[in-house]
């Protein structure tokens, strides 16, 4: 059985706006809440990007090239790095579309908002120059009293500005050195590779009697990133294409067959070996020269893209600039206009007071034993009971309804006998 469903509270109306600056304290804080909107909703919500089938038929190639490991024939390499370029080429062409698009639907809408939140500042400051006008005659005085502005609140809306008027420099500056760190990064792991390739074939010939073991030391890559926790510290900006376990080497007696053991028996021993580290050595620079390749395409994409959003950015940067300071003037205005009204208001109030104390001053008092006509009944010369303004005092302990005079009189002719007549106290 599903439990009854909580009661929600009602939602609490905002209240008035207390004053003018109250009010335009509302109207901006809804306008930096819609431009926080769009720049939420243009992040999470960017146009579809698709590569051309052609794009995508060669690049399905070059994966095909690249799975086999090693381009063998001068011809095939002439070919492999045909197609890499035209890859290159077509990818830089269509990366660079894709962000000029979304570069101009971003403008659109960033102009649409800033045209209508215009329309409503205006409309604001016609509202606070209307009702200003009609203060100032009111009061007697030329114009509102001009309030300084924050020196800090300008300055750091000055810098704002500046540091995204030079974002691109920034955000290029940024991809160069990251980027190289990147591909320093690869040449030390590829070193590292290579290095222990090196020490195997050393050992492997050492078994043949060709030559001695070498020292740790020969052919060690270079020390400056061959710790492990200095190469975590890099930036990755790109997929790395990092070397795994070092491969066995061939075999003399089958160069595809790597579980054979190697037969000191056979002058050519050596040569199979050196041969099989050649081969191995040539793997290694073509898969070394695919990851550089990568990291290349990732830089210029991303290079692509801030030179492409830089207008943008800096139409965000020069509008936000103005319409930020047109918000602080009106709301300067505003907080004059409010101390203005509260200074007329505290006039009036003080000027009202002060008639009421001299009406009261000079008006004439009233003679004693005069006021307002009552009633009084024939014969008995009592007055009716006086006005519910004036308390009458009950005797202690009496529980009798109480009556008034005219009851207590007695019964006379009627009324025509003798008339009423009104007397003042």
Same mark, same amino acid.
Not at 88 to 93: G, H, Q
Not at 104 to 129: I, N, P
Not at 319 to 348: F, G, K, P
């Given at each position: ?70 381009? *063998? ?8 790095? *045909? ?39 205006? !409309? ?6 209307? !009702? ?5 005659? !009111?009061?007697?005085?030329? *114009? ?27 955000? =290029? ?61 890099? %930036?990755?900006?790109?997929? %790395? ?37 050649? *081969? ?7 898969? !070394? ?103 009458? =005092? ?32």
């Amino acid at each position: 059985m599903s439990s009854p469903a909580r009661p929600q509270p009602p939602k609490t109306q905002p209240g008035k706006p207390k004053n003018s600056t109250d009010a335009f304290a509302r109207r901006l804080s809804n306008w930096r809440r819609e431009r926080a909107k769009l720049d939420l909703d243009l992040e999470q919500a960017p146009l579809e990007s698709r590569f051309s089938p052609q794009l995508a038929d060669l690049m399905a190639r070059e994966e095909a090239i690249v799975g086999e490991g090693c381009v *063998d024939t001068p011809a095939r390499k002439a070919a492999a790095e *045909d197609l890499y370029k035209r890859v290159d080429d077509l990818l830089k062409l269509e990366t660079r579309r894709y962000f000029e698009s979304a570069t101009a639907h971003a403008h659109r809408r960033w102009s649409q908002l800033f045209q209508k939140q215009a329309r409503e500042a205006t !409309k604001v400051r016609e509202d606070l120059e209307r !009702k200003t006008r009609a203060l100032l005659l !009111k009061a007697g005085r030329e *114009d509102l009293p001009v309030k300084a502005e924050n020196d800090f609140e300008a300055q750091e809306r000055l810098m704002r500005r500046k540091t995204a008027e030079a974002w691109r420099e920034s955000a =290029r500056f940024d991809l160069r050195e990251a980027f190289a760190l990147q591909l320093a990064r690869v040449d030390v792991e590829w070193e590292a590779y290579e290095h222990r390739l090196r020490l195997d074939v050393d050992e492997k010939l050492a078994e043949l009697g060709s030559r001695a073991p070498p020292s740790p030391n020969v052919d060690s890559p270079t020390q400056r990133w061959k710790s492990k926790e200095k190469q975590e510290l890099l %930036v990755h900006t790109a997929p %790395v294409l990092s070397p795994g376990q070092t491969p066995k080497l061939l075999s003399p007696g089958n160069r595809h067959d790597s579980t054979k053991v190697l037969s000191p028996d056979r002058m050519n021993a050596r040569q199979e070996v050196e041969n099989a580290f050649h *081969d191995a050595m040539a793997r290694v620079a073509f898969q !070394k020269e695919t990851a550089r390749r990568w990291i290349r395409r990732q830089a210029g994409r991303m290079t692509s893209q801030v030179d492409c959003s830089e207008p943008v950015r800096r139409f965000l940067a020069t509008r936000l600039y103005a319409a930020e300071e047109a918000e602080d003037i009106t709301r300067l205005r505003c907080e004059a206009y409010d101390d203005v009204s509260r200074e007329c208001a505290l006039n009036t109030a003080e000027s009202r007071e002060a008639v009421l104390s001299r009406e009261t001053i000079n008006a004439p008092a009233r003679p004693a034993g005069k006021g307002d006509p009552i009633l009084v009944l024939p014969q008995t010369r009592r007055a009716t009971p006086p006005r519910a303004s004036q308390p009458q =005092r009950r005797r202690p302990g009496s529980s009798q309804k109480r009556t008034f005079a005219a009851d207590r009189a007695p019964p006379v002719a009627g009324l025509g006998a003798a008339p009423v007549r009104f007397v003042k106290r």
